[in-house]
């Protein structure tokens, strides 16, 4: 069992890393963001519960986050081991997350950071667009789709979040330095950190985070 956590500003290229990480080492991907837009998709109890603070670009109150992803990692097939991209965002959260991998053997074994300077964060930020269908991200700058508004992958529909608004980019910005950024020295302080920088095409970036992952564990995959 190997468990991932990936931390990083909004627009750091967290979610792509994450997602091309996952496919590369075969593991399991969960994105506490994606979940939570299939739930507003899908207007479900807990996507009504989330809106509100999504549209806000504020964090969704733990009780409702901690539960929903406790209950996607008690999935089978999330035994050996996971990727987690957006969770945890904060101490509260990292710390239920600690205690929910208790059990001997199960842990979280390692975290990247992935980093970039802010004023690259607001750019990519304001040129992404997303496929409604299978979630794959794109930049209309440095890698638009072969055809207008259509996923290369899947055919489904781009869209622009709503939280990619420049007011609420900003927002999302400031709860991440004050809420999230903290996890870093807590991850740190436990040994378990990787700094990555986040610049560069994706293969780059990709190559940097597997090269931070202990070697043995790749090659049982
Ligand atoms: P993301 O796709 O990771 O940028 O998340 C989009 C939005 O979902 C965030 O701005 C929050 O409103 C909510 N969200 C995602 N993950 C979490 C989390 N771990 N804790 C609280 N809210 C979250």
Redesign the pocket.
């Known amino acids: 069992m190997y468990n991932i956590v990936f931390v990083g500003a909004?627009g750091a290229g967290?979610?792509t890393q994450a997602s091309m990480v996952a496919r590369k080492l075969n593991m399991v991907h969960i994105?506490?963001?994606?979940?939570?837009?299939q739930a507003l998709e899908q207007g479900t109890e807990l996507g009504k519960q989330?809106k509100a603070?999504?549209?806000?670009?504020?964090?969704?109150?733990?009780e409702?986050?901690?539960q929903m992803?406790m209950e996607r990692l008690s999935a089978p097939d999330c035994e050996k081991g996971v990727i987690l991209?957006?969770?945890?965002?904060?101490l509260t959260?990292a710390e239920a997350l600690d205690s929910a991998l208790s059990e001997p053997g199960k842990t979280i074994d390692k975290v990247i950071h992935i980093k970039a300077a802010e004023a690259e964060l607001i750019r990519r930020l304001s040129a992404r667009w997303l496929c409604r269908q299978c979630q794959a991200v794109y930049n209309m700058v440095n890698s638009p789709p072969k055809v207008a508004g259509k996923c290369d992958k899947c055919g489904g529909e781009l869209y622009q979040?709503p939280?990619d608004k420049p007011e609420?980019v900003k927002k999302?910005l400031g709860?991440y330095f004050a809420e999230t950024a903290p996890l870093i020295d807590y991850y740190r302080r436990q040994g378990k950190l990787s700094e990555v920088a986040g610049e560069g095409s994706m293969e780059e970036v990709t190559r940097r985070i597997v090269s931070a992952l202990p070697e043995e564990k790749l090659v049982t995959r």
């Open positions: 909004p967290k979610g994105s506490s963001g994606d979940l939570f837009r989330a603070c999504m549209e806000r670009g504020v964090l969704v109150p733990d409702i986050t901690i992803v991209d957006g969770f945890p965002r904060n959260q979040r939280d609420t999302r709860v």
